[in-house]
């Protein structure tokens, strides 16, 4: 069982920086793929980032390379999400998930996920 809780979500300009964090609880959280996705209000669930256990592996949406960066601290159980250049269209309800077994874009593939934690980038 892994429990997650995001925070670091906010109201930000155009252009501004956010870093969301995921802190997860249990000490198999090495073990862990993680991934970040998001979900803006009448809109579906999206894929925003995704990174291995071990750190050495990640993916991304083509709608956030090059501005965001996803990272994690096994030594501190938790998963980052650095959010450079924000735009408008970024605004969303962002959720970190763990899976076990799986790396990759889909969501109904990871078996945990946390709350979420709101970002909104006015324009």
């Known amino acids: 069982q892994v429990q997650l809780v995001e925070s670091g979500g906010g109201l930000v300009q155009a252009g501004g920086s956010l870093r969301l964090s995921c802190a997860a609880s249990?000490?198999?959280?090495?073990?862990?793929?993680m991934g970040w996705f998001r979900q803006a209000p009448g809109k579906e669930r999206d894929f925003v980032a995704a990174i291995s256990w071990s750190g050495g592996s990640t993916y991304y949406a083509d709608s956030v390379k090059g501005r965001f960066t996803i990272s994690r601290d096994n030594a501190k159980n938790t998963v980052y999400l650095q959010m450079n250049s924000l735009k408008p269209e970024d605004t969303a309800v962002y959720y970190c998930?763990?899976?076990?077994?799986?790396?990759?874009?889909?969501?109904?593939?990871?078996?945990?996920w946390g709350q979420g934690t709101q970002v909104t980038v006015s324009s």
């Open positions: 249990g000490r198999t959280f090495s073990s862990y793929n």
């Open positions: 998930a763990a899976s076990w077994d799986y790396h990759g874009s889909a969501g109904s593939p990871y078996d945990y």
